[in-house]
């Protein structure tokens, strides 16, 4: 089976994780190497893994987490969320041609942003082997990296054009150092009223009411606000998908899946539920 190419300009966005060199692709992109010698080696899935030796990063989603993703995803379920996350990406003066997708799981959103932009490139960073074996895959002009988005992150300082994190950690001074002068992060996290009509039926974990007020305290020291928006819609659900949508998040973590299959058992068969989810933007 061929090797789908990695894309030259993606590969050098990154840096070696241990002495923070450029990494160069290796004949048939069978991995990468830096200067110094540092070799990592291409997963037969298509991505690579970027530790220090011994370096083990948190544990990220589960197998079945991100197979629910993925169901839920390529279902465009979150389709809405996904343009929204595109135009915000694209708007602003100055091309947009690389960007980084931290905690990007499958790589489902960084795909459709890069739809939206035709001439940029992308790289999906994720703690997850799991979903980076499918973020491998989601897009011709993305790469996909097992690596700590808590830790220095392997990508060389000032070659981004925008950082993206959808319902994942942020790493304010990471992403300070990766962005270009002028470049922005959006960050998309759950509102409080999001999946609302599943919290109580489902014992569901709750939106922390003070999210957006720890946000900005983790990045204002490195990142300065410029602007939000916020994504609004109703989804009506059946009894599968709502499965998916629960057990593809941080609920999944705290149900069985017994438990969860009775609760859901005793909601009606299309559910009336809410999408909501804020975007904002900092720069540099």
Request: net charge positive.
């Given at each position: ?132 074996r499918r973020a491998a895959g989601a897009s011709p002009r993305a790469l996909a990296v097992v690596a700590d988005t808590w830790a220095r992150l392997p990508v060389r300082d000032a070659a981004v054009d925008r950082v993206t994190v959808v319902f994942a950690p942020r790493n304010g001074p990471e992403t300070a150092r990766v962005l270009r002068p002028g ?102």
């Amino acid at each position: 089976m061929s090797r789908r190419p990695w894309p030259p300009r993606a590969v050098a966005l990154l840096a070696c994780p241990v002495c923070g060199q450029r990494l160069a692709a290796l004949p048939g992109d069978a991995g990468l190497r830096c200067p110094a010698g540092h070799a990592f080696d291409r997963a037969r899935q298509g991505h690579v893994t970027l530790l220090p030796p011994g370096h083990t990063p948190p544990s990220g989603d589960t197998a079945a987490m991100v197979a629910d993703r993925a169901e839920v995803l390529s279902a465009g379920t979150f389709a809405g969320l996904t343009r929204v996350l595109a135009d915000v990406v694209a708007a602003g003066d100055g091309p947009v041609d690389a960007v980084l997708d931290l905690g990007g799981g499958t790589g489902h959103h960084l795909a459709g942003v890069l739809d939206r932009l035709p001439s940029a490139v992308g790289v999906v960073l994720d703690s997850s082997r799991y979903a980076a074996r499918r973020a491998a895959g989601a897009s011709p002009r993305a790469l996909a990296v097992v690596a700590d988005t808590w830790a220095r992150l392997p990508v060389r300082d000032a070659a981004v054009d925008r950082v993206t994190v959808v319902f994942a950690p942020r790493n304010g001074p990471e992403t300070a150092r990766v962005l270009r002068p002028g470049g922005r992060l959006v960050v998309a996290t759950p509102a409080p009223d999001h999946l609302a009509e599943l919290v109580g039926p489902l014992g569901l974990l709750r939106v922390d009411p003070d999210k957006a007020a720890r946000l900005s305290a983790s990045l204002e020291p490195h990142l300065a606000p410029a602007g939000g928006a916020a994504h609004r819609e109703v989804l009506e659900l059946d009894h599968r998908t709502v499965t998916t949508v629960v057990g593809m998040g941080p609920h999944a973590r705290h149900l069985t899946r017994e438990r969860l299959a009775a609760a859901v058992g005793e909601l009606p068969e299309r559910v009336r539920v809410t999408l909501a989810v804020d975007v904002t933007t900092w720069t540099v």
